[in-house]
């Protein structure tokens, strides 16, 4: 049934509504850009459904009832592709975290699951890509971009932003590491299938790189450098056998820094392995593949090499296990940039499972082992995942990974489900709980955690009135042999309570009033005469008018305007008001753009309202569009169903 609505057919549509499509388009591009900003490559899968723009949107009207960051990124535990018109596309999806992906090498933290977020464009002559990636161990963003100058040459354009977080590697203080890589190159490729059955490629070019450490860090210096490279890779055209890479640099441009290998030459060799049939003891769509960096540039393609514990050999196999959905894999690491007798082992398997009709359950095991060296550490990292959907009736989801280092021991878990209690109520739960100590150092740890249930309901008959209570709550724990007052390492309790109601008083107006509480308590704000910690209560009111041209059909254009009002205890009062001009994009979701001449932030109490002073962008959901995307779904007497909504009902195959 995905396939109904996987591409949207113009043909038949006025000029008008071919150009209101195409705005809805590039707005629905914009959110994906403005959400995220960088390439990771994700490659497509065509087996996926695609969603069309208006129904990617209305599928994020649930953050309106529980805030749900990740909410954008999967669907029925599948990852999500939007089709945005032709050559266009989006692919977003949360990654799993593994030693194998994790540039240092070492385990890190446990944590949710990385996000991604891609907008590919493929044109017959142009081409770009756009995208975003938050990995356990920091973030990156890049832009990218091609231009075709005939059969087989083509000149690209890309930058890269990464950003690193590094707290776990032997005897080195926390730190943070910010590396910027720009690359402007010409590349060319045989212009035909190939020859004797290889296809080769080839670039030429120049890469910029500058790395920017904290100023109190002694794991790497600040450098920064240029160098002229050459890169080219051989490689069957069926892609069954071997591929042959190499890369080489020479510097043009050299900075200040302290590692030797960076103002050197580069050259990194390698060879990769794919069997497309069985051969021998190795089955079908196995792998192998092969690096090694006799010399190491500071404008290397591996981002490890900007820290000790990047490797200059690299050699690992990946074996699918005989389900059809899982894999085993191995890699061993040797001669580190911190001693060249570091030696690394990674041990991995991974699988999804159907443990029931309707149910996934995604699995991965990693184990590190140091071979030899003082660098590696050992770690042993677990991630499950269980995934269900019924739409409209539920949804639910929880995960769990742990890591357990010789430096590092944390876990982290948290679980979602959304319920239809009934024809005319709607619940929600969110939790995330995450705990971190030093190896075997159980009184030295800190816990954060974080949830969220809210109950909505609407007036059966006219459906007018919407009102939604929620209930927020989040704390940290630290040990009391390691608080730190100064660092802010303290015990923090916060309770919050929402009270929401909104009025359709006619086809063109409506009413909606939001009150909300706060109880806090926080280690970092001390009575000095009671040395007690004081309890700290915030209370804000918001009162919204909202004039729509129309809720359904082509007429999109609507204008509201808000007065709040907030009573802190530390803070004193304040008061704002401002106005905002929207424009519908889907049934759910409406871009909207907002001044505010008075206003004051809070943004755990106030959570998707702006009431803070200055101007405005965000994509606003009304949680009465996101209680009819529940409560209409499957109903006769439906008063506002969208035929894009009825691409949810199928899809309960949670699960990869």
Not at 347 to 356: C, E, F, N, Q
Request: charged letters at 25%; a positive charge.
């Amino acid at each position: 049934m995905f396939g109904r609505h996987s591409r949207p057919t113009v043909c038949h549509l006025s000029p008008p509504d071919r150009c209101r499509l195409l705005r809805l388009r590039a707005l629905v591009a914009a959110l994906v850009l403005s959400t995220t900003a960088c390439l990771a490559q994700t490659p497509v899968d065509p087996a996926l459904p695609r969603e069309k723009p208006r129904e990617f949107l209305d599928t994020l009207s649930d953050t309106a009832l529980v805030a749900d960051r990740d909410a954008i990124y999967r669907r029925n535990g599948q990852r999500r592709e939007v089709d945005l018109g032709p050559g266009l596309s989006a692919a977003l999806d949360v990654v799993p975290p593994s030693f194998l992906d994790n540039p240092r090498g070492t385990p890190g933290q446990a944590g949710g699951d990385g996000r991604t977020i891609v907008l590919t464009s493929r044109q017959p002559s142009y081409g770009f890509d756009l995208g975003y990636e938050r990995p356990p161990t920091g973030r990156t963003t890049r832009i990218g971009g091609h231009v075709r100058l005939g059969p087989g040459h083509e000149i690209y354009l890309w930058q890269r932003d990464r950003a690193l977080e590094v707290a776990d590697l032997p005897d080195t203080p926390e730190t943070g590491l910010r590396r910027r890589d720009r690359e402007l190159a010409w590349r060319w490729r045989a212009a035909d299938a190939g020859t004797a059955g290889w296809l080769a490629s080839s670039e030429l070019g120049l890469h910029d790189a500058r790395l920017t450490p904290e100023p109190d860090s002694r794991l790497a210096p600040a450098a920064a450098g240029a160098m002229a490279f050459w890169r080219g890779r051989l490689e069957p055209v069926d892609g069954q056998g071997p591929s042959l890479v190499a890369r080489a640099g020479w510097p043009v441009h050299q900075a200040e820094t302290a590692l030797p290998e960076h103002a050197a030459r580069a050259l990194e060799l390698g060879a990769d392995w794919r069997w497309t049939t069985p051969d021998g003891w190795l089955p079908a769509g196995s792998r192998t593949s092969w690096r090694v960096a006799p010399r190491l540039g500071l404008a290397g393609d591996e981002e490890a090499l900007t820290l000790p514990a990047a490797y200059q050999q690299r050699l690992g196999l990946e074996v699918p296990d005989g389900s059809g959905r899982g894999a085993v894999w191995g890699q061993l690491r040797r001669h580190s940039l911190a001693d060249p007798d570091d030696a690394l082992a990674v041990l991995g398997w991974r699988r999804s499972w159907t443990p029931a009709p309707r149910w996934g359950l995604d699995t991965q095991l990693e184990q590190s082992v140091p071979v030899a060296g003082s660098t590696p550490v050992r770690a042993t990292q677990l991630g499950l995942r269980l995934s269900t959907s019924r739409f409209p009736q539920g949804s639910f989801s929880t995960a769990l990974n742990v890591v357990n280092a010789s430096t590092t021991d944390s876990a982290f878990h948290e679980t979602r489900l959304t319920r239809r209690l009934a024809d005319d109520w709607l619940g929600a739960l969110r939790v995330t709980a995450e705990r971190s100590q030093p190896h075997g150092s159980t009184g030295l740890g800190t816990t954060e955690f974080k949830g969220a249930g809210s109950l909505g309901w609407r007036e059966p008959h006219q459906r007018a009135l919407h009102l939604l209570t929620r209930l927020t709550w989040a704390g940290r724990e630290v040990d009391p042999a390691a608080e730190d007052l100064a660092s802010g390492k303290t015990d923090r309790r916060a309770g919050i309570w929402l009270g929401h109601a909104s009025y359709l008083v006619d086809a063109h107006h409506s009413t909606m009033l939001r009150l909300s509480r706060r109880l806090e308590r926080d280690e970092r704000r001390i009575d000095p005469a009671s040395g007690a910690t004081p309890l700290r209560r915030t209370d804000i009111w918001l009162a919204r008018w909202t004039w729509e041209q129309a809720r359904t059909g082509d007429r999109r254009w609507s204008l509201s305007g808000h007065v709040a009002g907030r009573d802190d205890a530390l803070e004193g009062r304040a008061l704002g008001w401002g106005a905002e001009v929207g424009y519908r994009l889907s049934s759910r979701a409406t871009l909207a753009i907002g001044v505010n001449p008075r206003g004051w932030s809070d943004n755990e109490i106030t959570v998707e309202e702006r009431p803070r002073r200055g101007v405005s962008l965000r994509l606003r959901f009304a949680i009465e569009g996101a209680l009819a995307r529940w409560l209409d779904a499957g109903r006769e007497d439906a008063l506002d169903q969208p035929a894009d909504q009825l691409a949810d009902q199928p899809g309960n195959q949670p699960g990869r």
